[in-house]
Every structure is written in structure tokens, then in C-alpha cells.
């Protein structure tokens, strides 16, 4: 092949590289978004977490007494808390495994009754408390393979691990006291489950999400739900009578890895 056939193929496939590459710059891959996560690493997950909250307190009396749902009746808190999880394992072409750590806030308030006496029963001037702190240790698994390689922007997770509680039932006055001498506070040990599913944000603005990762180093952004077991009965660490301060119920929130 003479020079001028040469130089004029080299420019062809020079041009069709180029209309190539402008072709896939404009089209609208979300996939990009995991293409990223070569480019920024990531290694931990975060989760933002709110939900209802309402103590099994209740169920650990066979009498049939209910002492919580006679304090503050038979509604759900607000419950708020945090997680980080360390990806430390990442199996190709199916998912992330690690641990991961969580601490969460929730408290409940209302109008103190009379204990004795006369007026038992009814409202006094004071109202009682009861706070909780559950926090738990837990191994996560998520599946993400859907996402990365399919196209599918939901990544489906389970939690599995040891949870506690600190409490504290007090009233204007401070910590409260049962007639027996007993102080209203201390902590519950026991387990720690979840399923949940992540919905990707990233689909909805890859271009953003880029960004998002170029500036700030977040790999991908998501809403999450789960279904908690927290099971806080004392039975598995110090079996002593403890109070039941875990629950069951959805978690909602936001998730960032990074």
C-alpha cells in the first residue's frame, strides 16, 4: 500500500474511533456510575436510619400486666440512629461482606400517673420517661451484582450480629425508683437481624453521580428499607432479668458508600 492510501486509511479509523467516542460519551449509561469505583475506592457504606419504635417490654410479663402500654399507651416512637459498615470483602460479580456498627436514639414521654393512695391511676404533675439507646454489632452481606452487571438498580442486603441496648426510665424528678429499691436504668444485651433492599439514586442522574464521586469521593447514593429484628432479652450475654427493650419493625433511610 503507497503513502497517500496509508495516510488516508489511518484518518478513517481515526474518525471512526473519534465518532465512536463522542457517540459514547453522550449516551445515557447509567453503568458509568460503577465504572467510577475504579477510579475513586471505596471501602465503607453509611446509612442515615429512622423508623418507628415500640419496646417489647410488654411481652416479658405472662401475667398479663402491660406496664409500658399503661405509661404511654399502644402508638410507636421515633426512633433515629446511624450504621457504618466496613466493605472488607468485595466477591466479584456478586457482592460485599463486612462488619458494620450501629448506635440509635429513641424516647418515649408521657404524663405520669399516681402510684398509691387516693388519686391512683390518675395524672399527677410529672411526667416519666423512657429512653433507649439500642446499638448493635452485625456481619452485612450485600448483593449487588443486579446493579453492576445487569442494569437492575436494587441490591438486596441481610444483617446478622449482637445487640444492646442502654436504658433509662426517669421522671422530672430524675432516674426513677421502684418501691423495692430498684434504679431505672441499665442494659440489655441480645441479637441483631435484617433484610432490607437499596434502591440506586445513581439511575436516576449519572451525571450527578459522577460528580458526586469526582468531588466528594461518594461511589454511589441510595434509599434503603429493612425489616429489624432486634431482640433484646438478656438470654444471650449476662442472663439475668433484664428489661425486653428491643423491637420489631421497618427501618427506612438513605445509604452512601464511599
Known amino acids: 500500500m503507497n503513502a497517500p492510501r496509508l495516510a488516508a486509511a489511518a484518518a478513517l479509523v481515526a474518525c471512526s ?16 456510575a460503577d465504572r467510577r469505583l475504579h477510579q475513586s475506592p471505596q471501602s465503607f457504606a453509611f446509612e442515615a436510619r429512622i423508623g418507628p419504635y415500640r419496646p417489647q417490654i410488654d411481652e416479658e410479663f405472662s401475667s398479663g400486666k402491660r406496664p409500658f402500654e399503661q405509661a404511654f399507651g399502644d402508638g410507636r416512637g421515633l426512633y433515629f440512629g446511624f450504621e457504618l459498615d466496613w466493605q472488607a470483602l468485595r466477591i466479584p ?13 429513641t424516647r418515649r414521654s408521657a404524663v405520669a400517673k399516681v402510684a398509691e393512695g387516693p388519686y391512683a391511676g390518675q395524672d399527677s404533675a410529672q411526667s416519666t420517661y423512657l429512653t433507649i439507646m439500642p ?8 448483593v449487588d451484582v443486579l446493579a ?5 438498580p436494587i441490591v438486596p442486603y441481610g444483617k446478622l450480629g449482637l445487640g444492646m441496648a442502654l436504658w433509662r426510665a426517669s421522671t422530672d424528678n430524675g432516674v ?7 434504679v431505672g436504668k441499665g442494659r440489655t444485651w441480645g441479637t441483631h ?56 419493625g421497618w427501618i427506612a433511610g438513605l445509604a452512601l458508600e464511599f
Open 17 to 32: 474511533l473519534s465518532s465512536q467516542a463522542r457517540a459514547d460519551s453522550m449516551t445515557p449509561d447509567w453503568r458509568r
Open 93 to 105: 460479580h456478586f457482592g460485599s461482606i463486612g462488619p458494620g456498627i450501629s448506635w440509635g436514639y
Open 135 to 142: 446499638m448493635y454489632a452485625t456481619g452485612v452481606l450485600r
Open 148 to 152: 453492576r452487571d445487569f442494569e437492575v
Open 176 to 182: 426513677s425508683t421502684a418501691p423495692d429499691g430498684t
Open 193 to 248: 437481624m435484617a433484610l432490607g433492599g437499596m434502591f440506586l439514586l445513581d439511575f436516576l442522574d449519572p451525571s450527578a453521580a459522577l460528580g458526586f464521586d469526582e468531588e466528594v469521593g461518594v461511589n454511589n447514593s441510595y434509599l434503603f428499607a429493612e425489616w429489624q429484628w432486634l431482640n433484646l432479652d438478656g438470654q444471650l450475654i449476662e442472663k439475668r432479668p433484664q428489661m425486653h427493650v428491643g423491637t420489631t
